[in-house]
């Protein structure tokens, strides 16, 4: 979680001593702050009390400092100025609660009024996953794992020698499938 991190370094803590102070094992901690642990309440509030901030405040993500308006052209020029991954991530998370609001309940067509300001939500979404897609580093493979078959490996692109060895140690018995073009789905 990147905001523990984020305050634990303001506190000057290293995650040894903030897992000490929090009675907690450091491992725990550290898959926590990694954000791969499932903590429980009672966890951190440990956590929040030793940072002296509320447990809310753990979770909250800093807001992407995002155009003041932010119509669609400045959204453009802003994200393209932009090369991190998490801060996209925010800027898009700040957009999806009015997105949802004007889409409204499934099943029942979009007001008049709103269907104009929707479009242009979900355009701001689609600058702002465009530019993800531009930073996201391309995969190598996908691997299927298959309950009536044997594993498949999905090379996105002719690999290196290399590449292809790192692979084929990790999956021994799997089945290599030709290299094959992404296409994203929605």
Same mark, same amino acid.
């Given at each position: 979680m990147d905001r523990i991190r984020q305050l634990r370094k303001e %506190? $000057? #803590?290293s995650?040894? @001593?903030l897992a000490v102070m929090a009675d907690m094992d450091p491992a725990t901690f550290n898959r926590l702050e990694r954000g791969t642990g499932n903590p429980n309440l009672k966890t951190l509030e440990r956590v929040a009390n030793v940072l002296d901030v509320g447990v809310a405040d753990l979770l909250e993500e800093a807001q992407a400092p995002l155009p003041p308006d932010h119509d669609a052209d400045d959204l453009e020029a802003w994200a393209a100025g932009v090369d991190s991954i998490p801060e996209l991530k925010r800027a898009a998370k700040s957009l999806w609660p009015l997105y949802a609001? #004007? +889409? $409204? /309940?499934i099943g029942r067509p979009v007001p008049a009024g709103d269907a104009e300001r929707l479009? =242009?939500? $979900?355009? @701001? #979404?689609d600058i702002i996953n465009e530019r993800m897609v531009e930073l996201a580093p391309t995969p190598l493979a996908t691997i /299927? =794992? %298959?309950l009536d078959g044997p594993t498949e490996i999905h090379f996105l692109r002719e690999p290196t020698l290399e590449e %292809? +060895? %790192?692979?084929r140690a990790q999956f021994p018995a799997a089945i290599e499938v030709a290299v094959r073009q992404v296409a994203l789905a929605y």
């Open positions: %506190r $000057g #803590l995650q040894v @001593k609001r #004007l +889409a $409204g /309940t479009s =242009e939500v $979900g355009r @701001k #979404l /299927t =794992e %298959r %292809r +060895a %790192r692979v």
